[in-house]
């Protein structure tokens, strides 16, 4: 998979978790809020790859290369947040077996 492909994705990451390039002012984010927006930001990657494969096939675009690109962005976003949700579940159990 070439590095261009990935750019989107990385720049996604980085405007949720707001570790961008750019400094910015210390902002009080919940972590409910970061979350929330991942999984905007994951439905929105799928909502993309849904339409440009709509398109291609009823033949409103010839852009093959656009739908495949979008499906496997959507893909790679949904994988992360399968991985994202189970390392906060390992991590909660590990908290609710420790004892006080």
Avoid: H, W
Wanted: no cysteine; charged share 25%; hydrophobic share 35%.
């Amino acid at each position: 998979m070439p590095i261009e492909s990935i750019n989107p994705i990385q720049q996604n990451i980085r405007e949720v978790s707001g570790r961008g390039t750019e400094t910015r002012q210390p902002t009080t984010v919940s972590f409910g809020d970061t979350i929330r927006d991942f999984i905007e930001s994951v439905k929105d990657a799928q909502s993309v790859a849904e339409q440009r494969v709509e398109e291609v096939i009823q033949g409103r675009s010839e852009n093959l290369l656009a739908a495949m690109t979008a499906l496997e962005e959507s893909s790679l976003s949904f994988q992360l947040m399968l991985e994202i949700r189970n390392k906060l579940l390992e991590a909660y159990q590990e908290i609710s077996r420790t004892q006080i």
